[in-house]
Nanobody, 126 residues
Framework: QVQLQESGPGLVKPSQTLSLTCTVS??????????WNWLRRPPGKGLEWMGV???????WYSPSLKNRLSISRDTSKNQVTLQLLSVTPEDTAVYYC??????????????????WGQGTQVTVSA
């Protein structure tokens, strides 16, 4: 079974870069079976799709974040990474990684994804 685990800092100061890691077990991140997504849920709001990376390393981003967001992979560690530049308090959210078998960019339907990480809380505050 595919399992995902997010890790990273819980508190980030404004203007800093947020770096998160999604460690995948049960499948290689290079597989063509899954696409690896990042989503987030701000307090009191719904899920926001952020971006996705394929097994071959191609990445697609939400238009609202593409100028600040980079999703990459570390194949030697079977990890997917997220970097979000110049964070503000509006970036405070629970961040999730999720796996899908069919590429549907921008999906925020929970059942679309075959596996989810537990989520990690990120607070942007001075």
């Amino acid at each position: 079974q595919v399992q995902l685990q997010e890790s990273g800092p819980g508190l980030v100061k404004p203007s800093q870069t947020l770096s998160l890691t999604c460690t995948v077990s049960g499948a290689s991140i290079r597989t063509e079976t899954y696409f690896w997504n990042w989503l987030r849920r701000p307090p009191g709001k719904g899920l926001e799709w952020m971006g996705v990376i394929s097994g071959s390393g191609s990445a697609w981003y939400s238009p609202s974040l593409k100028n600040r967001l980079s999703i990459s992979r570390d194949t030697s560690k079977n990890q997917v990474t997220l970097q979000l530049l110049s964070v503000t308090p509006e970036d405070t959210a629970v961040y999730y990684c999720a796996a899908e078998k069919t590429l549907v960019m921008s999906s925020t339907t929970k059942d679309h994804y075959g596996a989810w990480g537990q989520g990690t809380q990120v607070t942007v505050s001075a």
